[in-house]
C-alpha cells in the first residue's frame, strides 16, 4: 500500500507562489502520479498529472502556463510548482499515485488508486 503525504500548502495573496511536495512511502517507478483539487461545494477535479517516466505530462486548462508538475523519482518524490496564484485556486490539494502497468496514461481523478490527506491552498488578500 503506497502512502502518500503532501505539504506546502497555505496563505497566499492573489498573484503569489507555493510549492507543494508530496512524498511517497515506497517506490514512485512504476506509477503514474497526478494532483487533483477540491473546492468547498464543488468535485474534486484533475489539476496536473505526470507519466511513469516523466514524459507526458497533462495540465487543466485553468492552470496551464501558472503551475508546473515534476517528479524525482529517487527521492520519491512529486512536486506542483504554483504561480500567479489567483481566489479560484483556493482548494484542497491532494496527490495521487496510479500503478501504470497495463494501463494507458490519463489524470481522471477515478483511475487513481492511493491517495494523501490534502493540504490546504488559500489565495486571499
Known amino acids: 500500500q503506497l502512502q502518500l503525504v503532501e505539504s506546502g500548502g497555505g496563505l497566499v495573496q492573489p498573484g503569489g507562489s507555493l510549492r507543494l511536495a508530496c512524498a511517497a512511502s515506497g517506490t514512485v517507478d512504476y506509477v503514474d502520479l497526478g494532483w487533483f483539487r477540491q473546492a468547498p461545494g464543488k468535485e474534486r477535479e484533475a489539476v496536473s498529472c505526470v507519466s511513469v517516466n516523466g514524459v507526458r505530462t497533462t495540465y487543466a486548462d485553468s492552470v496551464k502556463g501558472r503551475f508546473t508538475v515534476s517528479r524525482d523519482n529517487a527521492r520519491k518524490m512529486v512536486y506542483l510548482q504554483l504561480n500567479s496564484l489567483k481566489p479560484e485556486d483556493t482548494a484542497v490539494y491532494y496527490c495521487?499515485?496510479?500503478?501504470?502497468?497495463?494501463?494507458?496514461?490519463?489524470?481522471?481523478?477515478?483511475?487513481?488508486?492511493?491517495w494523501g490527506q490534502g493540504t490546504q491552498v488559500t489565495v486571499s488578500s
Open positions: 495521487a499515485a496510479t500503478p501504470s502497468a497495463g494501463r494507458t496514461y490519463n489524470c481522471d481523478p477515478l483511475r487513481y488508486d492511493y
